[in-house]
């Protein structure tokens, strides 16, 4: 499966954002999908993630209550809709699909994540 993740850009402290992970060569049923980002001089990092088997959906602390991931089977895309964003939230965002089913404790763990897209630049302004 391909992965092109899109919909970055720079926006002010307070706004939104809606990042799309569209895939091509396979479905994405079968997969979890999750995005993570990485910003200058840090380790990169999970953000959140859908997972194939349930649906279920998890986040990392900091974007708790402020960002949603979406699946839509019919379009082949998992959207990451940003709300709230503080500049702290500036970071190049990668989409990821990993096995359809990946235990909770270890949704963040990028060793599981096997197709990586490019990523797009989230830029926060305050």
């Known amino acids: 499966v391909q992965l092109q993740a899109s919909g970055g850009g720079l926006v002010q402290a307070g706004g939104s954002l809606r990042l799309s992970c569209a895939a091509s060569g396979s479905s994405l049923n079968g997969y979890t999908v999750a995005w993570f980002r990485q910003a200058p001089g840090k380790e990169r990092e999970a953000v959140s993630s859908?997972?194939?088997?349930?649906?279920?959906?998890f986040y990392e602390a900091s974007v708790k209550g402020r960002f949603t991931v979406l699946k839509d089977n019919a379009k082949n895309t998992v959207y990451l809709q940003m709300n709230s964003l503080r500049p702290e939230d500036t970071a190049v965002y990668y989409c990821?699909?990993?096995?359809?089913?990946?235990?909770?404790?270890?949704?963040?763990?990028?060793?599981?994540?096997?197709?990586w897209g490019q990523g797009t630049l989230v830029t926060v302004s305050s």
């Open positions: 859908i997972r194939a088997s349930d649906r279920n959906t």
């Open positions: 990821a699909t990993g096995a359809r089913h990946i235990i909770n404790s270890q949704w963040h763990n990028p060793s599981l994540y096997y197709n």
